[in-house]
Structures are given as structure tokens and as C-alpha cells.
């Protein structure tokens, strides 16, 4: 799977990206995990709160700091 | 409300303690323990009921909604929509950036940016613990008009848009609304999560705050207070807007204080200017703008807020 991380480096952002390498680490394969923290790109996914969630190009997530559940919940429900 | 709590620290305090309630040390020690679980179940219940309102909202929403709507309307609508949205501030620059794309007038953009603070759920929750739904109210519709306003008269300065340092390309045509869906069950969570975490962050300033005022609820003379805090001085409400700015992040532990001190004879347009100052005004927030707006701006926006502040505050000090 493609995750994409969007944030600007804030706290929140920071935090979303490692529960989700833990979410992905938990779920095993491999996945391809990339954070985005250019505003232009983010601006792209239409997404205007971050830290948000990509899964495969479509946004799972904003504004939110998902819990390493959470994120397993969204992965394994696609 | 919550006069069955109060009977119980009565009789626990009066009774079982066997304390004096016309002592300081009596007093003070009935105002701690009644203030602070009267607040807390206060802060969890408004927390959780809001954030789970909120589930429903979010800033790509709100986006969709604003665009396209002509300055006035709106400007009342973002500040309304600042009431119910989830906002942080780290995310304040995405948002401006992604309004401007939108084709959304910055002055409206700014209307959001000035309700959404004010309009956070502790200063809410606080407000309505401590000084009961009037005040609230007021703190809420009088906090919506400075929003309104200030972003109207924002919107009104000449090409604006050369203030913003990063330039944005405008999407053609309309905005597709993110679909996310969520059940029942996850938005309860979501709100409990979330309250479990702002509680966790907060508790312990609002016992701080709330174990100050006791001890000048018990010990320190109101004619103190009236001479040093309060009293109808022209300055009294400048200095609480002023002293209100580098407050952010401490609402919960500010607003106990406020309240002891109208309670012995601070004036509320002061007290409300003062909370409001602590809200609206948060210098980590134009930190943040900074990066993609030019000072000038952020000076002007604080500018307009903290005038319309003052207004509030000078208006209730001569109506109330």
C-alpha cells in the first residue's frame, strides 16, 4: 500500500506519521510510506487541516491524530 | 444546577471537618473543593458534547460551504462555522492557503480565524462553569461580532492580497467535498478520546488557578482587590487586554481568577476583555502566520481584534 503522511511539521503531524509506521509494522508486507510536508503538495489533496491521512491516493483522514487502532481499523477496511 | 454538590462539601466541610464557615481557612477550603468538581464535570461534559458535534464538521467542509459566498454573509457564516469546527493552530497556515486557493475573501478567512480560538471549547466550558449561560452567551455573541467585523474591515484593506508572501493559485470551478465516512460508534470514541485528552492537559491548571482564587476567596480583602484590579479606571481595560495576550495557552488556569476577582469587584467589561484577550489574541498563532504572511498584516489583524476587544469591554463596563 501508498500512505502518505500530509503535515507541516507540527507536533500532531509528527506523531500521526510514527503511530502509522507502528500501525503498518503491526499489520507486516511491505508499504510504502512517504510524509508530505510541502503546503503546495498538500494543498493538491484538498485538504486543509493536518496532520492528514492518504491511503492510495485518497484521504482517510484530517485534522486528527489517529491512534495506532485507528489507523489499523482504516487500513485493514478498504 | 449543582446545589446537591454544594450540600454535600457543606456537610463535609462544616460537619465532618468540623470547620468554621465564617473563617477564611473554612471558606476557602468549601470554595476549593466545590469549584473544582463543579468545574471538571463541567469541562467534561461541554468538552465531549462539543467535540462530538464536531465529528460532524470539518475545515474541508467548511471550505466547500464558504465558497463563493458574497463579504458580508460571508463573514457571519465563517464565524459561526468557527464555533462548531475542530481547529488547531499549528494547522492555521493549510487553512488560510487552502481558503485563498478557494477563491474565499481573505477577510472572511480571517473571520474564521478569529472566531475559531474564541470560541474553543475549554474558554467555553470554563466560562460556563464559572460565571453560568448569560455571561457565556454574551462572551459567545459579542466574541462572533468582533469576528465579523474585524474580518469584514480586514477584507476592506487595498489589494490585501499582496500581504500574503505565498502565492496561491486559485482552483478553477467548485470544490469537491472529502468523503469520510464515520459511525456512531467511532464519533463517541473520537469525542471521548479527545476529551480524555484535553481533560489530562488541563486539570491540573485549573486546580492551580482555582486554589489561588480560594485563597483570595478567603483571605484577601475586597477593597484590595477593587483598588488593584479593578474599579472603573480608563485603564483597567487596555492593561486586561494586554495582560490577557501572552495567557494562551492557560485559559483554564486564568479563568478561575477572573471570576474571583468579579466577584470582589473587578468589573465584568473588564473581566471580559480580559478573557477574550486570552483567547483571541494568541501570539503562538501569529507565530505560525508569520511564515506566510507579511507582519504588517498580523500587526493590523491584532490590531482590529484587540480594538473591537476593547469596545466589549468598555461597553459592558458602562451598561453592566
Not at chain 2, 27 to 49: E, G, P, R, V
Not at chain 2, 129 to 137: E, H, Y
Not at chain 2, 213 to 235: L, N, V
Not at chain 2, 280 to 303: C, Q, T, W
Request: charged letters at 15%; a neutral charge.
Amino acid at each position: 500500500m501508498k500512505i502518505e503522511i500530509l503535515g507541516t511539521g507540527c507536533a500532531k503531524c509528527k506523531a500521526l506519521e510514527t503511530n502509522a509506521k507502528e500501525a503498518l509494522a503491526k499489520i507486516g508486507g511491505f508499504h510504502d510510506v512517504q510524509k508530505v510536508e510541502d503546503i503546495m503538495e498538500i494543498m493538491k489533496y484538498n485538504v486543509v487541516s493536518t496532520p492528514a491521512l492518504v491511503v492510495e491516493g485518497v484521504v482517510k483522514s484530517t485534522g486528527k491524530l489517529l491512534t495506532v487502532d485507528e489507523i489499523i481499523e482504516i487500513l485493514q477496511t478498504k | 444546577m449543582f446545589t446537591w454538590w454544594e450540600k454535600i462539601v457543606d456537610k463535609l466541610v462544616y460537619e465532618t471537618w468540623a470547620l468554621d464557615s465564617s473563617t477564611a481557612l473554612g471558606s476557602a477550603i468549601h470554595f476549593f473543593i466545590y469549584d473544582t468538581i463543579k468545574i471538571f464535570i463541567l469541562l467534561i461534559t461541554i468538552i465531549f458534547a462539543v467535540s462530538f458535534l464536531r465529528t460532524y464538521f470539518n475545515t474541508e467542509k467548511v471550505r466547500v460551504y464558504l465558497q463563493g459566498k458574497s463579504e458580508f454573509s460571508g463573514n457571519i457564516l465563517a464565524a459561526l462555522f468557527g464555533i462548531i469546527t475542530p481547529f488547531c493552530s499549528c494547522s492555521a497556515i493549510p487553512l488560510f492557503l487552502g481558503f485563498m486557493q478557494a477563491r474565499i475573501p481573505v477577510g472572511i478567512t480571517f473571520s474564521f480565524l478569529i472566531s475559531a480560538p474564541l470560541n474553543n471549547e475549554i474558554a467555553i466550558a470554563m466560562l460556563f462553569g464559572l460565571f453560568g449561560w448569560k455571561i457565556t452567551a454574551i462572551y459567545i455573541g459579542f466574541g462572533l461580532l468582533v469576528a465579523v467585523f474585524g474580518g469584514y474591515f480586514i477584507g476592506k484593506i487595498k489589494s490585501i492580497e499582496k500581504y500574503v508572501l505565498i502565492p496561491v493559485t486559485p482552483i478553477e470551478g467548485e470544490l469537491e467535498d472529502i468523503q469520510i465516512k464515520l459511525s456512531l460508534n467511532q464519533r463517541v470514541n473520537e469525542a471521548w478520546d479527545y476529551t480524555k485528552d484535553i481533560f489530562k492537559k488541563i486539570y491540573l491548571y485549573v486546580m492551580i488557578g482555582v486554589g489561588i482564587g480560594a485563597f483570595i476567596h478567603g483571605y484577601i480583602p475586597a477593597e484590595f482587590i477593587a483598588k488593584y484590579a479593578g474599579g472603573d479606571a480608563w485603564y483597567a481595560v487596555p492593561v486586561a487586554v494586554l495582560m490577557g495576550i501572552p495567557m494562551y495557552s492557560n485559559a483554564a488556569g486564568v479563568m478561575p481568577l477572573v471570576e474571583v476577582l468579579t466577584a470582589k469587584g473587578m468589573l465584568l467589561g473588564s473581566a471580559l476583555a480580559f478573557m477574550m484577550a486570552v483567547t483571541a489574541l494568541s501570539l503562538p498563532e501569529a507565530m505560525i502566520l508569520k511564515r506566510i504572511l507579511d507582519v504588517k498584516l498580523i500587526a493590523i489583524f491584532f490590531g482590529i481584534v484587540g480594538f473591537g476587544i476593547l469596545l466589549v469591554g468598555y461597553m459592558f463596563n458602562i451598561i453592566l
